[in-house]
């Protein structure tokens, strides 16, 4: 019961952290007549503080998991590209049946949004994408939504409150639940079952590394290789 107890509690602090740290971090600048010209560095700041708290919340189970995951590096870089491979082909498919289902409804579907690095020339801004979007954000999503709920519940239980608290996330974030019912619950589709699958990985090998490293590789890869296969 206890540990119940903590796990909840880091988990609600989790997500007020990743939910709010932006909003109130622009707001105490303002407050303190602070000015910083580039958005992207006041962003980048913002999340590494995320990224900090995170990590303090989670730190023994972070590092645990990592120092397993490199005592068979080379085998289990190849495992999480394999999960990650399995992963963009789900929701590959996912999509394309998400996108009939929102048409037969005659709903709009936002679809899941990816940034391609390899569209950008070098610059400080690329470098800051690379960091916060391909590093940062996947990790402090995967830690609090897959970790964080996985720590209280059981296999099966775990992986559909994983799905269904990110895809409530998700859409707080799209729109702040400013939408029609059906715009909301066609919308929630991917996003719950992406991280439906991530927990199922990580419940799987019982080490977050894994769901960490292949959602990495799917932030980074997913965007190349939908033009590559769905728009030639």
């Not at 859409?171 to 991280?195: D, E, K």
């Not at 080490?207 to 890869?221: A, H, V």
Request: aromatic share 18%; hydrophobic share 55%; net charge positive.
């Amino acid at each position: 019961m206890k540990d119940i107890l903590v796990n909840l509690i880091k988990l609600i602090l989790s997500i007020l952290v990743i939910t709010f740290t932006e909003e109130y971090f622009y707001k105490l600048l303002d407050l303190l007549k602070l000015s910083i010209n580039s958005k992207s560095i006041v962003s980048l700041i913002v999340y590494i503080l995320i990224f900090i708290i995170i990590f303090i919340i989670y730190k023994s189970e972070i590092t645990s998991a990592f120092a397993k995951y490199k005592h068979k590096l080379t085998t289990n870089i190849f495992y999480s590209i394999i999960c990650f491979i399995v992963l963009f082909i789900a929701m590959m498919i996912i999509n394309y049946l998400v996108v009939a289902l929102a048409k037969g409804f005659n709903i709009t579907y936002e679809g899941l949004s990816f940034i391609n690095i390899f569209d950008y020339q070098f610059s400080f801004d690329l470098i800051v994408i690379i960091i916060k979007d391909i590093i940062i954000v996947p990790f402090i999503k995967v830690v609090v939504f897959v970790l964080g709920i996985n720590n209280m519940c059981s296999k099966k239980t775990g992986m559909f409150f994983s799905g269904l608290l990110y895809s409530l996330y998700a859409i707080y974030v799209m729109c702040h639940f400013n939408a029609s019912i059906g715009y909301i619950l066609i919308n929630m589709i991917p996003y719950y079952l992406l991280f439906n699958i991530l927990s199922f990985i990580y419940k799987k090998n019982n080490n977050i590394g894994y769901s960490i490293i292949s959602y990495t590789l799917y932030e980074l890869f997913t965007s190349i290789l939908m033009r590559r296969f769905l728009w030639g």
